[in-house]
């Protein structure tokens, strides 16, 4: 009796905390839609002019920011799984950079055929690619958490040589004008390129619904298999939903570091490691980041806007060295 009480209050706890941050992420919604050069009512806009930026300007944003920010901490939180690694992370494992190699190359080899779903495409391919280059070096290898974080970075830096060689040699204002965007923005964001999203949500979905098989995981791959886990199919399965959610994001917006890495190890540290709540509740917080980011990103200067991967970096990168030297000290 006292194991079932204990199971249902640890239940409760993770659902009201999921309610908690939903709640929050709703605030940052209407917030996000409000502020601006103009405010603006969300359920009652003043004039037309105010209707039209409202729904073809800040909505498109604010749904891109949301699905960005849940793909990457689910991301993040399922390779943290897949790698035993609690420091993996999308965009310093490299895999956002593998993601805008494939849409940049796109971009310059057809640019005819550069629509959202090629795009999407291109980075799903690069993202596919640099992800099982990771996972295979790191179990041929038996990589330690600071070579595998130096086989990332190493990766992240190629492709970006690559992307910044590609726009130094471009005549196209336009493809110059990508680089801002691949510093992670969602400004531009239209609803036609919410068909990306259509995409992403039912991979989201069907990873958070993988939380109990991520739980047998983390204990090990031969007890995972005594309790009835596919190893080899799920991993396969893992590896293409990160793909997708990588590339699907970096198409909507570009490479944004950190989200998968700060959401889902801080939620570890503070509630526990039931990754059947952790995912969801890893989307919810990713998402409601994103979102506050992108806020600021647009409101911290008057005078012109900052891009989302600015903020996201600022706000990442002091907790990653941190984790990083914590990680150190325990001998990982």
């Known amino acids: 009796m006292k194991f079932n009480q204990l199971l249902n209050r640890n239940q409760r706890r993770w659902r009201n905390l999921i309610i908690a941050m939903s709640s929050v992420l709703l605030g940052c919604a209407f917030l996000h839609l409000s502020v601006g050069e103009i405010l603006i009512n969300p359920f009652s806009p003043n004039s037309a002019l105010e209707s039209r930026l409202l729904y073809d300007l800040r909505m498109p944003r604010l749904l891109a920011a949301a699905a960005i920010g849940a793909a990457l901490a689910l991301s993040g939180a399922a390779l943290q799984v897949l790698l035993g ?22 971009l310059f080899l057809l640019p005819v055929a550069a629509t959202p779903l090629a795009f999407m495409l291109a980075g799903v391919g690069g993202a596919l690619c640099f992800t099982l280059l990771l996972v295979g070096m790191a179990r041929a290898m038996r990589l330690t958490t600071t070579r595998l974080l130096l086989v990332g970075v190493a990766l992240g830096i190629l492709s970006s040589a690559v992307v910044t060689w590609a726009f130094y040699f471009s005549d196209d204002l336009s493809i110059r004008q ?68 990588v ?28 990754n059947r709540y952790l995912l969801p509740l890893s989307a919810v917080s990713g998402a409601a980041l994103l979102v506050v980011s992108d806020i600021l990103a647009r409101t911290v200067l008057d005078s012109a806007e900052l891009p989302v991967g600015v903020m996201t970096t600022t706000i990442g990168a002091p907790v990653f060295i941190w984790m990083l030297v914590k990680s150190h000290d325990t001998g990982s």
């Open 85 to 106: 690694n609690v420091l993996a992370e999308p965009g310093v494992l490299g895999i956002s950079g593998g993601a805008s190699l494939g849409m940049v190359l796109v």
């Open 247 to 274: 590339g699907g994001s970096v198409a909507l917006g570009g490479v944004i570091s950190f989200v998968g890495l700060v959401i889902p190890h801080l939620l570890r540290l503070a509630f526990g490691t039931e």
């Open 178 to 245: 990508l680089m801002y965007w691949l510093m992670g923005s969602v400004g531009g964001v239209s609803w036609y390129q919410h068909s990306l999203t259509l995409i992403m949500i039912p991979v989201a979905v069907w990873l958070c619904s993988k939380g109990s098989v991520l739980d047998k995981l983390m204990v090990g791959e031969v007890h995972a298999q005594q309790l009835g886990v596919d190893v080899h199919r799920i991993r396969w399965q893992l590896i293409l939903a990160v793909s997708l959610l």
